[in-house]
């Protein structure tokens, strides 16, 4: 079984520099979130997916953060403009669905904001 | 506000020998507590869970602890592998699918 991919693994940018990250679940899962995780802390949640809806996006800096999961499989991650504090690297993970406390997570993406 | 708390960043232990990762927590509605396992350049990888039903869950030479009196969960690895040395997170699910996550504590397994 496939897990979770997420495209690209690195990227550069520069401050006020737009950019996105793609993700694809395991297929068949329903629940979809995006995590961002800071050097030297735990991943915090941004927004969470069930299907293609938004279940919870409390914490997600909504001026320059959006997220969509057309069809309820993919989904992108744009922040525009990006700022330095969002030097991080964002995962993707997915769960059967949101009753199911088992998340799996993709490999990352590392984004260098300078 | 800090819900789930790893006050050890870093635990050094000898092959063999038995690993015991450590994990605090404050919110009494967490259902459920989650450890997982981190590699450098890739995802966290699930390890173990338990209820907040239980106090004790295993699997092969994974166990995890939970007392709720003490609000504490803790990881025992035995025997510890050089394979093991990793960054451990705990995780704690209060709602359905929000996990909130420790800072994460170094393992490493000296041979």
């Known amino acids: 079984e496939a897990g979770v991919a997420q495209s690209p693994r690195y990227k550069i940018i520069e401050k006020r520099q737009s950019v996105a990250f793609w993700c694809n679940p395991i297929?068949?899962?329903?629940?979809l979130y995006w995590y961002q995780q800071i050097l030297g802390q735990g991943p915090k949640l941004l927004i969470q997916?069930?299907?293609?809806?938004?279940?919870?996006d409390s914490q997600l800096p909504k001026d320059r953060f959006s997220a969509e999961r057309l069809k309820g499989v993919d989904s992108t991650l744009k922040i525009q403009p990006a700022k330095l504090e969002d030097s991080a690297v964002y995962l993707c993970?997915?769960?059967?669905?949101?009753?199911?406390?088992?998340?799996?997570f993709g490999p990352g993406t590392r984004l260098l904001v300078l | 506000d800090q819900q789930v708390k790893q006050n050890s960043p870093s635990l050094s232990v000898q092959e063999g020998r038995i690993s015991i990762l450590n994990c605090d927590y404050t919110?009494?509605?967490?259902?459920?507590f989650l450890w997982y396992k981190k590699y450098p350049a890739e995802g966290p990888t699930f390890l173990i869970s338990?209820?907040?039903?239980?106090d004790k869950n295993e699997d092969g030479r994974f166990t995890v602890f939970l007392n709720k009196s003490a609000k504490h969960l803790s990881l025992h690895i035995v025997p510890s592998q050089p394979g093991d040395s990793a960054v451990y997170f705990c995780?704690?699910?209060?709602?359905?699918?929000?996990?909130?996550f420790g800072q994460g504590t170094i393992l490493t397994v000296h041979p």
């Open positions: 919110n009494s509605m967490f259902d459920y």
């Open positions: 338990i209820s907040s039903i239980k």
């Open positions: 995780a704690a699910r209060a709602s359905y699918g929000k996990l909130t």
């Open positions: 997916f069930q299907n293609n809806g938004v279940v919870d």
């Open positions: 993970a997915s769960s059967f669905s949101r009753e199911q406390e088992t998340q799996y």
């Open positions: 297929s068949g899962h329903a629940t």
